[in-house]
């Protein structure tokens, strides 16, 4: 039985910024097992216009604003993830990242409010350009509870992570070596999937797709529980 009360699949409701607009349109797949966890994120419509049809690249990178780098910070990560009760309702959780797009600046802890056994709400901080701190909320549904498998590449061959249940899986690979300190695309790929009439299908995440979850089964090793 997990111990973990996170454990399970979750998908957003909504993100707000500044007790401004609630935002319903960006898909957002979270799999969160005992300790691992993997998360991806649509790529969002407000990246395709400066972007047009290129890849992002570092140097687009630079032009962006905050609030375009946050969803791009955010497209794909996995890593760990721990959390600190204060009683039965709340407390703070932090995602540790081991895969991303981009290093982490800043430790990602948030506070957490439980608004029944399978929702809550994350209220967290982010930074602008200057510095300036901009509240955000975060909605959170958990629509099933595993079990999760969680799968890792061979020692050696690349950087990885596969969580996998009967219906939903989220792969994050890094090929990247040595890791660049901007965002780049060329050889990170994070993909969400659901698996539809007994076949895999891509739901969103980075331009380059990850490996398909059954090549995760044949081609990875299974992490202990």
Same mark, same amino acid.
């Given at each position: ?14 993100? #707000? ?11 957002? &797949? ?8 993997? *998360? ?7 990246? &395709?216009?400066?972007?047009?049809? /290129? ?14 780098? @946050?969803?791009? *910070?955010?497209?794909? !990560?996995?890593?760990? !993830? ?32 439980? =608004? ?19 509240? @955000?909320? /975060?909605?959170?549904?958990?629509? %099933? ?17 596969? =969580? ?29 999937? #659901? ?9 969103? %995440?980075?331009?380059?797709?990850? &490996?398909?979850?059954? #090549? ?10």
């Amino acid at each position: 039985m997990a111990q973990n009360p996170f454990y399970g699949i979750w998908q957003r409701q909504f993100i #707000q910024f500044d007790s401004g607009v609630k935002e319903t349109g960006q898909g957002v &797949l979270w799999l969160q097992a005992e300790t691992s966890f993997a *998360d991806v994120r649509q790529w969002p419509p407000r990246l &395709l216009q400066p972007l047009g049809t /290129e890849l992002l690249t570092p140097e687009h990178y630079r032009r962006l604003s905050w609030r375009q780098r @946050f969803d791009v *910070d955010l497209l794909g !990560f996995a890593g760990t !993830f721990t959390w600190s009760a204060l009683d039965d309702t709340q407390g703070t959780c932090t995602w540790h990242h081991r895969l991303a797009i981009t290093p982490r600046q800043r430790p990602d802890t948030s506070h957490y409010t439980w =608004l029944s056994p399978h929702e809550f709400l994350e209220q967290g901080v982010c930074e602008d350009e200057v510095g300036m701190p901009h509240s @955000f909320v /975060e909605h959170w549904q958990r629509i %099933g509870t595993g079990p999760l498998q969680v799968w890792h590449p061979a020692a050696g061959t690349g950087q990885g992570v596969g =969580l996998v249940a009967a219906d939903w899986a989220v792969v994050v690979e890094d090929g990247r070596s040595p890791q660049p300190d901007l965002a780049t695309f060329h050889g990170f790929a994070a993909t969400a999937w #659901q698996r539809q009439q007994d076949h895999w299908q891509p739901q969103f %995440g980075t331009p380059q797709p990850s &490996l398909e979850p059954d #090549q995760v089964l044949s081609q990875w090793q299974r992490a202990e529980p």
